[in-house]
Structure formats: structure tokens, C-alpha cells
């Protein structure tokens, strides 16, 4: 793995500061920071590599696609998805939550929301996992090669994709990307990629963090567990807690634009700035009891979406996402539990979540 040299913050209130002063704490070069060149579209800044004005007027053109009305409206469609996937594990003693449901689930979902095909939903996983890799900076050469390939691939297809929209547009999400206008301003071919690379990324992985996150608290603490159990209505508050005390997103990189002063330290101009919000959410100076799991808390003020001008586009989707799959999950199954069989994790800079959780069912 190739090194970042940048500063890590990792106290709440540092990290609350740096999330809420982009202008001296700027996104520019955060795909490249974490991708180098590998990143998948070096040609376009990502949205989330744009400080305002340029950020603001892409913003405000991904908003008129991906509306709030879009996401509540999937509701009933995710809960078809995940009875759909729940099915299949019907008779089976013993299953792995992340292969067989949180893994399937928003590859699935946010396919269907972008208006892939239902034949790629494996080759979109595939390309999301080979970005994700890209953000450990590999050196191996054959696995940089191979990045590489499905990148190519990827792209090829959303370029086939978006020219075919233009042409006969669809009620899905990249059909809106690419009829989307701000000011007479319109998205070109390689920013809808991008977006849709950063969309796919968002949808997917982080919520199979989430929920994989979610069942290893829940095992862990049976008492927390067993809360849940006897009143369905804390899910919500359930998902509030797990993003803080185990967020999929353990930090962000960020760049100062001046020399700044912070937690008593300078930081010079130009320097990487990694914020920690994994870390923040776990202040003890923020959360009494900061490494207790209580299902009862319902943090309000996590930082695990970020906040303000690059608040994360799809909280509310992981959010429903989330409620609904565990839902399904805790109340229309038999009871699990962990099997002897070891749980991986992923390895990622930035994201956190096991790649494996192989469970059995107790009922």
C-alpha cells in the first residue's frame, strides 16, 4: 500500500470544524488523494472534489435528479427486494449475511435507481469493489492492471448507457442526470460517469458496511440486541447509533488552503488533512460512555454524513435502505447467531465493514 502524508484529526469538535469550513479545509484532490492514478475519471473533478462556486452549480444539477420524492417513492420497491432476498434463504441452516442479503441488497436497489440492466448487477459490484480497492493506493502490479480492466470496462458501458438516454430517456436516475439544467448548464457525458461512479459507490458500499456493521454490534451486545427484539420501533434509532459507534466511513481527506491553527497544532498551507470522523463520533468530551452501544441513544449530531455543502447525497437513501432491511431481517426470520467460522474484514483506507459474516439461523 502506498503512504498519504497528510494530519489526522480526529477529536469531534476538531473534526465538526474542519467539516464546516470548506473554505479553509477544501475537497479539491480527495479522489486523488485516495485513488492517485487510478482514479476512473481523472479527466472531471468529482463533485465531492469541488469547493463552491463549481460545487454549488453541480450540486444544485445532481439535486434536480436525485430528489428526496425519488428516494422515499423506493420504499416499497426495497422492501420487495429484500423479501425477494430473505426467500432464498428459506430453509437453510446456515447463510452469510454479507454474500447472501447486505451485499445483493444496494447493488440491487441502486441499479435499479440508476437504470442498469439487470444482467450487469454483478459487473456493477465488481467495478465498485475495484474502486474501492484503488482508495489502499496498491502497488501490485497485477492488481493495478486489473483495476485498471474494469475500470475500462465500466466506463464503456456507462458511455453505451448515457448516449442511449439521451436518445430515449427513462425513468431512472441517469436519464435525470443527463436531462438535468441549471442556468442553461447541462452535465457532459464524463460528469454523469463520474456521478454515477460516485453514486454507485455511495449506494453500495457503505450500505453493505452499515448493515454488516449493524448484526456485529447487535451479536456483540445480546442485552442492546434483545432491546430491539422486543419493540421493532428502535430500528430507526438502531441505524442512529451504529453509524456513530461503527460508521462504514471512517474519515474523509481534505486539503488547508492556509495555514491554520487547530487543537493547538499548525497545520501549513497545503497540507493533507485526514478528519476522522469514525474517531469523532467516539469523543468522550461529545458522548458519555462513547464506547457503550445503547440502542436507546439516537445520536442526532454524528458526523458519519459529514455536513453542510457536502453533506452525503444519499443519507436518506442509506438511511431507508437500512431501516427497511433490517426490519426484514430481525422481525420476518428465524433468530441467528455467529457461527464458528471466522468473519473477514475489507481493507480499505476509509471504509469499514466485514466482507464476510457467516451466521446461522437458531429458530
Not at 422515499?72 to 420497491?77: C, G, K, V
Request: net charge negative; with cysteine.
Amino acid at each position: 500500500m502506498e503512504s498519504i502524508q497528510c494530519w489526522a484529526v480526529s477529536r469531534y469538535a476538531d473534526v465538526d470544524y474542519v467539516i464546516r469550513h470548506p473554505q479553509i479545509f477544501s475537497s479539491t484532490g480527495l479522489m486523488n488523494g485516495f485513488l492517485g492514478d487510478l482514479n476512473p475519471v481523472p479527466e472531471v473533478p468529482w463533485m465531492i472534489d469541488l469547493d463552491p462556486p463549481d460545487h454549488t452549480k453541480l450540486r444544485k444539477l445532481v439535486n434536480k435528479a436525485f430528489t428526496p420524492r425519488l428516494i422515499m417513492a423506493l420504499e416499497a420497491r426495497i422492501r420487495e427486494i429484500c423479501n425477494q432476498i430473505l426467500s432464498d434463504l428459506r430453509g437453510r441452516v446456515e447463510f452469510d449475511l454479507v454474500r447472501d442479503f447486505s451485499m445483493p441488497l444496494p447493488v440491487i436497489v441502486i441499479s435499479e435507481l440508476l437504470g442498469v440492466d439487470p444482467e450487469y448487477r454483478a459487473d456493477f459490484k465488481r467495478w465498485s469493489d475495484a474502486t474501492i480497492r484503488s482508495s489502499v493506493r496498491p502497488t501490485d502490479e497485477d492488481e493495478r492492471h486489473e483495476i485498471r480492466r474494469e475500470t475500462r470496462a465500466r466506463c464503456a458501458y456507462l458511455e453505451h448507457i448515457i448516449a442511449q438516454r439521451r436518445k430515449e430517456p427513462r425513468e431512472d436516475l441517469i436519464s435525470r442526470l443527463v436531462q438535468a439544467e441549471e442556468d442553461h448548464q447541462t452535465l457532459s457525458a464524463l460528469e454523469v460517469i463520474a456521478l454515477t461512479i460516485l453514486i454507485l459507490i455511495a449506494g453500495n458500499e457503505t450500505t453493505t458496511n452499515l448493515l454488516g456493521n449493524t448484526i456485529l454490534a447487535l451479536l456483540a451486545h445480546p442485552a442492546e440486541f434483545a432491546k430491539v427484539r422486543a419493540d421493532r420501533r428502535l430500528v430507526p434509532q438502531l441505524v442512529e447509533e451504529v453509524l456513530r459507534y461503527d460508521s462504514a466511513v471512517q474519515g474523509v481527506f481534505r486539503v488547508a488552503v492556509r495555514e491554520i491553527e487547530l487543537a493547538g497544532t499548525t497545520i501549513p498551507a497545503g497540507a493533507g488533512v485526514f478528519y476522522l470522523n469514525g474517531s469523532a463520533n467516539r469523543d468522550e468530551r461529545k458522548y458519555e460512555n462513547p464506547d457503550r452501544f445503547d440502542v436507546f441513544r439516537n445520536p442526532p449530531d454524528h458526523l458519519s454524513f459529514g455536513y453542510g455543502i457536502h453533506y452525503c447525497l444519499g443519507a436518506q437513501l442509506a438511511r431507508i435502505e437500512a431501516k427497511v432491511a433490517l426490519d426484514a431481517l430481525l422481525f420476518e426470520q428465524p433468530p441467528f447467531a455467529r457461527t464458528t467460522e471466522a468473519m473477514t474484514r475489507g481493507d480499505g483506507l476509509a471504509v469499514r465493514g466485514p466482507k464476510t459474516l457467516p451466521l446461522r439461523f437458531v429458530g
